[in-house]
């Protein structure tokens, strides 16, 4: 998390700075490939323990709800 907080530092001294447009781009890229290994780490602990405990459980709700949000979570990536 850390290294994320440095990169968006680093977005925020070059605008303020005026650096070149596609050095504070590529610095952008840096901070997005960050924050997408962030969302993969959590999306397969989420699968790991939340998801197979509820698909496991007894509890039917809760079972719909957990496959209902992975769902809703992969349309919104794909941009549905």
Not at 7 to 35: F, P, T
């Amino acid at each position: 998390m850390q290294i994320i907080e440095g990169h968006v530092k680093a977005v925020q001294r070059m605008l303020e700075d005026d650096a070149y447009c596609i050095d504070v781009i590529q610095q952008i890229n840096a901070v997005q490939s960050a924050l997408n290994k962030v969302s993969q780490i959590v999306l397969e602990q989420h699968l790991q323990h939340c998801v197979t405990e509820a698909v496991r459980g007894s509890d039917g709700k809760r079972r719909e709800q957990v496959l209902e949000e992975i769902s809703a979570l992969f349309e919104h990536a794909n941009g549905r």
